[in-house]
């Protein structure tokens, strides 16, 4: 038996790294789990994106869990695509009682050298990704009197970090967003947090398959955190997920930083 049998989870940018511990994590305490992911192509970044068989590996390792898991191929940034995912959701899985709104890219350099495409970018599937999932999610969640949101902001959304002004904007926004939203929905069985993860060992920092880490990156990271690590582990930030979403209601609208010790240089 787990803390979550018999409760269906939608994730957005499910296909890998954080989004997939998160499947799993939430599959592991008896949870079915919706997985979107593979957007449309961007320009301009560092990494590659999400894919289809991504999104096929994580059903499979969901399912060795005996949860059901459903793979859509999503794009956030697309309000039709989001709200049909929730439709197809609803009809597949019966119903919807956890949203992890977790899909996210990053790009960075000076400010004056941000394009409008990559700004565009960032805002779109960062902030507006989200407020296209809460938007679809929330009227499922008031008829059912019952659901758990939480957002994937960043460390970066709680200080300023220099050549990340574009990125940190989107985070610092999506704040603002959960808290507000929490605010309209508190008397209705919802809840709905933050996480704000420090650096994390996923491809969009690493190279799939690679164990190699920038020696420049390990001191500047090892420096920059208190607790002298270079970066979370996927697994460490699905820990705060689960505590938000297994809370029985009484935590909502706050934020929980899982940042190596950085919070305490917060005021």
């Not at 969640?141 to 989107?170: D, W």
């Not at 929905?185 to 690493?206: R, S």
């Not at 690590?229 to 697994?235: D, F, G, M, S, V």
Request: charged share 20%; hydrophobic share 40%.
């Amino acid at each position: 038996m787990g803390s979550l049998d018999g409760r269906v989870a939608f994730i957005t940018g499910g296909a890998r790294g954080q989004g997939r511990a998160h499947a799993l994590a939430l599959a592991a305490e008896g949870a079915d789990v919706v997985v979107g992911d593979a957007p449309a192509p961007m320009t301009g970044l560092t990494y590659p994106l999400g894919t289809e068989g991504d999104l096929r590996d994580t059903a499979k390792l969901v399912e060795k869990h005996g949860s059901r898991c459903l793979p859509i191929t999503l794009d956030v940034r697309d309000s039709a695509q989001v709200g049909a995912a929730v439709a197809q959701t609803l009809t597949e899985m019966g119903s919807l009682d956890i949203v992890v709104a977790n899909a996210g890219i990053v790009s960075t350099g000076p400010l004056e050298e941000v394009s409008d495409q990559v700004w565009r970018q960032l805002v779109d599937t960062n902030l507006t990704g989200v407020f296209h999932t809460l938007r679809a999610a929330i009227p499922v969640m008031r008829r059912q009197r019952f659901g758990r949101i939480v957002v994937t902001s960043s460390m970066g959304g709680r200080m300023g970090i220099p050549e990340l002004a574009a990125y940190n904007a989107t985070k610092w926004g999506i704040i603002g967003l959960a808290k507000s939203v929490a605010l309209e929905v508190a008397k209705e069985g919802i809840t709905v947090n933050v996480i704000c993860p420090t650096t994390t060992q996923t491809p969009m920092v690493q190279p799939a398959g690679s164990d190699d880490v920038p020696d420049d990156l390990v001191r500047r990271m090892m420096k920059a955190n208190p607790i002298p690590r270079p970066w979370l582990q996927p697994e460490d930030v699905s820990r705060g997920m689960l505590y938000l979403v297994t809370d029985p209601g009484v935590i909502t609208g706050s934020v929980l930083e899982i940042g190596l010790g950085g919070s305490a240089r917060i005021h």
